[in-house]
């Protein structure tokens, strides 16, 4: 049976023991505090840990005495389990960091020699391409809102920015007013580990903003609020309802594939890289801390590339071969198969 990527959760874990839980409260203190992660990160630090640590304590294996063995126990049960790869892959890192930060604080661990969970290797996933919508099903999607109400008006805008600039769900959800530079084309951004960069955006994203931020926003505000994008009680819109807006717009449109947020940014830099667009540039404006994260969108474009060929070669070789026979002459049928 091939793994699923939606497969259940393995059952909740045991009580965890007092210096297990002390060590946990300690690290994730450590990265909210220190490293600035943002508390849905900060969550699932926590949720994979407990997990982890709670697989040591039903067996009895304190968290300082746990060795690379009984992690790679750990990771083998989450794959029977069904867990997708990448969850597993993902839990191994947040393992092995929580054990990097334990070492550079001086806890003692007491691991069998040569099996320290800090040369933990992570597992191997398969690479998988981002998906993405094309220039008219993007349209589309963007058609889909009601510019004759504030919500809609306010609903467009959003999606505008989502494709056209390129941002996170988190970041449209986090802008107020003032980022905003409507002359220019511009938004100022607040991304991971609070980060900012500027981002651009063409003229259907101005316009769309320009009419929500005249005609849409007023209607919902009820006092004084800095953030751009409100929801009908006059407060800022959370990442969750945008979500929800952005699955729903794909849905009126009839899209086949499930919309979500991130998958309007990833059109985006599939239709820039499509463009010629230097990947460095690209890399900025998504906000990419490495152009390795990046680079993966060039092999998007010239997967899209390849089958623009076949299809346009296939159907060249259906035309050819009607006309052949139009005039009565021999056709070969291998010319009139699908290109590959």
């Known amino acids: 049976m091939p793994?699923?990527?939606?497969?259940?959760?393995?059952?909740?874990?045991?009580?965890?023991?007092?210096?297990?839980l002390a060590a946990l409260d300690a690290y994730l203190s450590q990265v909210e505090a220190v490293r600035r992660r943002s508390l849905l990160t900060v969550r699932n630090y926590r949720s994979d840990l407990t997990h982890y640590?709670?697989?040591?304590?039903?067996?009895?294996?304190?968290?300082?005495?746990?060795?690379?063995?009984?992690?790679r126990g750990y990771l083998a049960r989450l794959r029977d389990e069904e867990l997708a790869d990448a969850s597993i892959r993902r839990r191994a890192a947040t393992v092995r960091g929580f054990y990097r930060w334990l070492d550079a604080e001086g806890v003692a661990l007491h691991n069998r020699p040569g099996d320290s969970i800090l040369r933990l290797r992570y597992p191997k996933v398969g690479r998988r391409l981002p998906h993405f919508l094309s220039q008219e099903?993007?349209?589309?999607?963007?058609?889909?809102?009601?510019?004759?109400?504030?919500?809609?008006?306010?609903?467009?805008?959003?999606?505008?920015l989502l494709w056209g600039a390129g941002l996170r769900v988190s970041e449209v959800a986090g802008l107020d007013i003032v980022d905003l530079d409507l002359a220019n084309g511009q938004v100022r951004v607040t991304g991971k580990s609070d980060k900012t960069r500027i981002c651009l955006y063409g003229n259907p994203a101005r316009t769309a903003i320009r009419r929500y931020l005249d005609d849409g926003?007023?209607?919902?505000?009820?006092?004084?609020?800095?953030?751009?994008?409100?929801?009908?009680?006059?407060?800022?819109?959370?990442?969750?309802?945008?979500?929800t807006m952005v699955r729903n717009a794909g849905m009126q449109a009839g899209l086949d594939a499930l919309v979500h947020p991130h998958m309007l940014r990833h059109t985006f830099a599939t239709h820039l890289i499509e463009g010629s667009a230097d990947l460095r540039i690209v890399q900025h404006l998504l906000g990419h801390a490495s152009a390795d994260t990046t680079q993966i969108y060039t092999a998007v474009a010239h997967r899209r590339k390849s089958t623009l060929i076949s299809d346009a070669l296939a159907r060249a070789r259906s035309s050819e071969a009607a006309r052949s026979e139009g005039l009565g002459l021999p056709v070969d049928r291998r010319d009139v198969a699908p290109a590959v």
Do not use: C, Y
């Open 3 to 20: 793994r699923s990527a939606r497969a259940q959760e393995p059952a909740a874990p045991v009580e965890l023991p007092p210096a297990s």
């Open 53 to 71: 640590l709670g697989h040591l304590a039903a067996r009895g294996i304190e968290h300082d005495a746990a060795g690379r063995t009984d992690v």
């Open 137 to 160: 099903e993007a349209t589309a999607l963007v058609e889909k809102a009601n510019k004759d109400t504030p919500k809609g008006l306010r609903d467009r805008a959003i999606l505008e």
């Open 217 to 243: 926003r007023p209607m919902l505000a009820t006092g004084a609020q800095t953030a751009l994008f409100l929801n009908r009680s006059g407060g800022r819109l959370t990442a969750r309802s945008v979500q």
